[in-house]
Nanobody
Framework: VQLVESGGGSVQAGGSLKLSCAAS????????MSWVRQAPGKGLEWVSG????????WYADSVKDRFTISRDNAKNILYLQLNNLKTEDTAMYHC???????????????????WGQGTQVTVSS
């Protein structure tokens, strides 16, 4: 199993980024996927999820109408478009199969196996 996140960076508030997650070693196209993030000193926050086929998407209230999740099952890649970024979006962003996350109350446990290095998003005012 391999998950490789990329696309993060440092931007000013109001800016945009597009994150990618390249997946391999498991049946990507048959699994719902999620993005989660962790800010320094805080728990692992669920951000967004997408069904296996891509037809259904879900968002945390804090990112709704600003972030867009999508996937390309032919390429085994998950995306997260981040628009109108805020300083509170600063965090390390990770992707994982939704069923591996064990989330509750908006926060999740880190999966044991389905985990990559993440990609850092830093938003300055």
């Amino acid at each position: 199993v391999q998950l490789v996140e990329s696309g993060g960076g440092s931007v000013q508030a109001g800016g945009s980024l597009k994150l990618s997650c390249a997946a391999s070693g498991f049946p990507f196209s048959s699994k719902a996927m999620s993005w989660v993030r962790q800010a320094p000193g805080k728990g692992l926050e669920w951000v967004s999820g997408i069904s296996a086929g891509g037809g259904e998407t879900w968002y945390a209230d804090s990112v709704k109408d600003r972030f867009t999740i999508s996937r390309d099952n032919a390429k085994n890649i998950l995306y997260l478009q981040l628009n109108n970024l805020k300083t509170e979006d600063t965090a390390m962003y990770h992707c994982a199969p939704s069923q591996e996350l064990n989330c509750g109350g908006g926060y999740c446990e880190r999966p044991q196996f389905y985990w990559g290095q993440g990609t850092q998003v830093t938003v300055s005012s």
